[in-house]
């Protein structure tokens, strides 16, 4: 029952948000960066593995709208951590972050991820709604199939432009500061995540996708790091080399 998954999503968001709280009066520093990186991509996993239950029973509007307003709640109660790697490779790439925090930034992130399926193994196996029926079998024998349904490097194309597209309207968003930036930039991401979700999964995250599909029937390891590292990685750094072009575009535009 669509009720079931709004209470598993709601349980998620309130552990991660204790889990924030307790690790609050640790001195800053990169071990704490490092705890506030791993409990937001655990929140955004568990989140979506239950998203993903929704997308097949509810349709993909029903994904759509959890989504919007998840992104929504996360980007008011994460502070500077992401749950995505790409952000800190555009720092590094920037000269604004060290290769060693993003390094720790990036294995939080995917340990965190990973390690919250654990916690959905558990709640799945309650079956408490008739959706999460076998879920928890299926998982421990990792039956699950991947999103791909088209060739990799179609894949790979669409997660980067895809990522490309989040990434410019993230900017042009701080850039201009409209009212409700926050909704807008939401609102940009959820479509982008809905545009690709029949070809590529639109997952926009390799963290994301490695924790929700790494291992899954339908590509090899390989092809999983092509589509969801390299493809929506190098769709976030091109942004940095874009983005000059369409300040200069809104300039010309402006006078």
Same mark, same amino acid.
């Given at each position: 029952?669509?009720?079931?998954?709004?209470?598993?999503?709601?349980?998620?968001?309130?552990?991660?948000?204790?889990?924030?709280?307790?690790?609050?009066?640790?001195?800053?520093?990169?071990?704490?960066?490092?705890?506030?990186?791993?409990?937001?991509?655990?929140?955004?996993?568990?989140?979506?593995?239950?998203?993903?239950?929704?997308?097949?029973?509810?349709?993909?509007?029903?994904?759509?709208?959890?989504?919007?307003?998840?992104?929504?709640?996360?980007?008011?109660?994460?502070?500077?951590?992401?749950?995505?790697?790409?952000?800190?490779?555009?720092?590094?790439?920037?000269?604004?972050?060290?290769?060693?925090?993003?390094? @720790?930034?990036?294995?939080?992130? %995917?340990? $965190? +991820?990973? &390690?919250?399926?654990? #916690?959905?193994?558990? /709640?799945?196996?309650?079956?408490?709604?008739?959706?999460?029926?076998?879920?928890?079998?299926?998982?421990?024998?990792?039956?699950?199939?991947?999103?791909?349904?088209?060739?990799?490097?179609?894949?790979?194309?669409?997660?980067?432009?895809?990522?490309?597209?989040?990434?410019?309207?993230?900017?042009?968003?701080?850039?201009?500061?409209?009212?409700?930036?926050?909704?807008?930039?939401?609102?940009?991401?959820?479509?982008? @995540?809905?545009?690709?979700?029949? %070809?590529? $999964? +639109?997952? &926009?995250?390799?963290? #994301?996708?490695?924790? /929700?599909?790494?291992?899954?029937?339908?590509?090899?390891?390989?092809?999983?790091?092509?589509?969801?590292?390299?493809?929506?990685?190098?769709?976030?750094?091109?942004?940095?080399?874009?983005?000059?072009?369409?300040?200069?575009?809104?300039?010309?535009?402006?006078?």
């Amino acid at each position: 029952m669509l009720h079931t998954g709004t209470c598993q999503v709601l349980l998620v968001l309130f552990l991660c948000e204790l889990a924030r709280k307790l690790i609050a009066p640790l001195n800053p520093g990169l071990v704490k960066t490092a705890l506030n990186e791993a409990i937001a991509a655990a929140d955004l996993c568990g989140c979506c593995f239950e998203l993903i239950i929704i997308a097949d029973n509810y349709g993909l509007a029903a994904y759509g709208i959890y989504l919007f307003l998840l992104t929504i709640w996360w980007s008011m109660h994460w502070g500077d951590a992401t749950a995505c790697p790409y952000n800190h490779f555009e720092e590094c790439v920037q000269g604004n972050m060290s290769r060693q925090e993003t390094a @720790v930034r990036t294995v939080a992130q %995917t340990l $965190g +991820g990973i &390690l919250v399926f654990r #916690l959905i193994q558990i /709640l799945w196996a309650l079956e408490i709604s008739e959706t999460h029926v076998g879920r928890s079998h299926s998982a421990v024998y990792n039956v699950c199939s991947a999103d791909l349904t088209v060739p990799v490097l179609h894949g790979a194309i669409i997660e980067g432009v895809c990522t490309l597209i989040c990434r410019l309207g993230s900017r042009l968003i701080a850039m201009k500061e409209p009212q409700y930036a926050t909704a807008i930039d939401s609102f940009i991401s959820t479509a982008m @995540v809905c545009a690709a979700f029949s %070809t590529s $999964g +639109g997952y &926009l995250n390799p963290v #994301l996708a490695t924790s /929700l599909k790494f291992g899954c029937r339908g590509h090899t390891p390989m092809e999983h790091f092509v589509v969801y590292w390299v493809g929506s990685s190098l769709g976030a750094l091109s942004s940095l080399y874009t983005w000059p072009h369409v300040e200069e575009a809104l300039a010309v535009k402006s006078e």
